[in-house]
């Protein structure tokens, strides 16, 4: 698959496709804490985020299926066996055409839409320091496209686990998605689910789902990162606001 993670699309034993980030990515380790940290907390918000599961690689694959390797430099190493991060494909790649991309005109018939306001909430809440990662899909039956959102291994700064923030971190590179943004009241419906719906409970709850090799068995760094994630839910407001006064001016129609 294309990107930075050098991840593989696999068939795994649900009778489901994943597309599989593995240990020894050429990005970090903690990418994959960072992707099923975010897919679950973002499925938490209501957000439009794919299923992802944690997926067991055996090495008797990766020994009998040259294609599983990583690319460092000059050279190639095999993925490393293991648990790995899966986010699950929305169907039978044979036949299932996503785009990453759609022209100007056609993302105001993208059925939600909307959503691209609360995926901005997340973003500015765990830190996304990459342009939001978005695919299209039209299913069967259905005239207008879905947005649904992907690749959440820059939250919290990838593998730095920090917040820089950053005005223009996190927003999705064509404004015409936050064409319905009017003010902060646009944002207040994901805002107060971010305060209602993730709490302690839910971080210790999700922190507990995390393979600690993901994370090098440093749990003070993992609760370190929690604790503060918890503490930023009051940063939000600022950062939009941050945002909608940056040079770029994302939101048209802000009064």
């Not at 993670?5 to 696999?10: E, G, I, P, V």
Request: some cysteine; glycine content about 8%; hydrophobic content about 40%.
């Amino acid at each position: 698959m294309r990107g930075g993670a050098q991840s593989h699309l696999m068939r795994c034993s649900d009778g489901y496709y994943y597309v599989v980030k593995f240990q020894n990515n050429p990005q970090h380790r903690r990418i994959l804490v960072n992707e099923l940290l975010g897919a679950r907390l973002a499925a938490r918000l209501g957000l439009p985020t794919p299923p992802v599961a944690v997926v067991d690689v055996p090495a008797d694959l990766i020994r009998l299926t040259t294609d599983l390797v990583v690319e460092l430099g000059r050279g190639k190493i095999p993925c490393q066996a293991g648990l790995q991060f899966g986010s699950r494909y929305p169907g039978d790649p044979r036949v299932l055409t996503l785009h990453d991309f759609l022209p100007d005109e056609r993302l105001r018939e993208v059925e939600n839409v909307h959503e691209f306001a609360g995926m901005l909430v997340f973003d500015k809440w765990t830190c996304n320091t990459n342009g939001r990662q978005t695919l299209f899909l039209r299913e069967a039956g259905r005239e207008n496209y879905r947005a649904l959102m992907i690749d959440q291994g820059f939250c919290f700064n990838a593998g730095e686990w920090g917040f820089p923030d950053a005005p223009l971190r996190g927003l999705y590179a064509w404004q015409r998605v936050y064409e319905g943004v009017t003010g902060m009241e646009s944002f207040a419906p994901w805002m107060e689910r971010l305060e209602t719906r993730i709490g302690e409970g839910v971080l210790d709850e999700l922190s507990k789902q995390v393979p600690p090799e993901w994370y090098d068995d440093n749990q003070d760094a993992l609760y370190g990162l929690l604790e503060h994630l918890l503490r930023r839910r009051s940063r939000v407001p600022e950062l939009l606001l941050a945002a909608r006064n940056s040079v770029r001016q994302p939101f048209p129609n802000w009064t």
